[in-house]
């Protein structure tokens, strides 16, 4: 299977190394299509059409050239191939195999992108929007640092310093060996059941600014501040824009699916009696 692939870079290789290593020429561009005629090999046409499908099919190293170098180069390209495929008298069993599902492939993905095309516009984004958040409580939710250490008197003894004045995040860059020490011990938002629950319980009865504290914990003791609290309720609709788009495709692909395979008659082989090792005997191809 590896070998069609292998080919294919080893001619694409080879036809644009031979047009970067020749002069380009500034031509006067043309108006084109797909159909445009860009070669003839003994009577069967390349078209632009072609050789546009060519450059999106290019290995990942050539990606990035110029379409001036790709253009001359993927015309190259495509005599070749031409060429070496009309000297084959039959086509292989095995290149037919490959042929059947590099079609279904190709067909297949052409469907869902127009499945895909359909799913989403901004109605439909509203309506998933308000159906999901349309019952949505405001939730509490805390912004804390945290100092974490293994004793209590070590917590203590921290928890004395920051009552006189002390800077929290340089104590928890100092003492914490937790995570977020580096960080000066912030953690960020979170919400409830987000924590465990003592440090949970301590922060919930907390003011904004409040050191609190020797709290234990499975983890250690901790020296834990308050930064902000909040009430949030449901995210704007920017803000989750881009999930509901993406669950309205994946809804809308297994639809069109189950639509599909419903509709379809399809008899299926006891697999069971086949053995899975087969999978990797190649040979069976030719």
Not at 22 to 45: I, M
Not at 97 to 110: H, P, Y
Request: charged share 25%; net charge negative.
């Amino acid at each position: 299977m590896k070998t069609l692939a292998k080919t294919t870079a080893m001619l694409a290789s080879a036809a644009l190394m031979l047009v970067v290593s020749g002069p380009l020429r500034a031509e006067e561009a043309t108006a084109a299509s797909a159909d445009t005629v860009v070669a003839v090999v003994n009577g069967e046409e390349i078209t632009l059409g072609h050789v546009i499908a060519a450059r999106f099919a290019l290995p990942e190293e050539y990606q990035a050239l110029p379409n001036e170098v790709l253009l001359p180069g993927l015309v190259e390209q495509l005599i070749q191939q031409t060429v070496l495929g009309q000297a084959i008298e039959e086509m292989s069993s095995r290149a037919k195999i490959q042929l059947d599902n590099e079609r279904r492939a190709i067909v297949a993905t052409e469907k869902l992108d127009e499945v895909i095309l359909g799913a989403v516009d901004d109605a439909k984004v509203q309506a998933a929007y308000e159906d999901a958040y349309a019952d949505a409580e405001p939730t509490q939710e805390w912004n804390a640092s945290h100092i974490l250490v293994e004793t209590e008197e070590e917590a203590q003894a921290l928890v004395e310093e920051l009552a006189n004045d002390a800077d929290f995040p340089a104590l928890a860059r100092e003492h914490s060996t937790g995570p977020s020490g580096p960080a000066g011990g912030e953690l960020g938002w979170f919400g409830p059941g987000m924590m465990v629950e003592p440090f949970e319980t301590a922060v919930a009865g907390m003011e904004v600014g409040d050191v609190a504290g020797p709290v234990q914990t499975q983890f250690g003791w901790h020296v834990i501040k308050l930064n902000e609290a909040r009430m949030k309720g449901a995210p704007a609709l920017e803000e989750v824009r881009g999930d509901i788009e993406a669950q309205l495709e994946n809804d809308a692909v297994e639809q069109a699916l189950a639509a599909l395979l419903e509709a379809a008659t399809i008899e299926r082989a006891d697999v069971e009696s086949i053995d899975p090792g087969v999978l990797n005997n190649v040979s069976l191809l030719d």
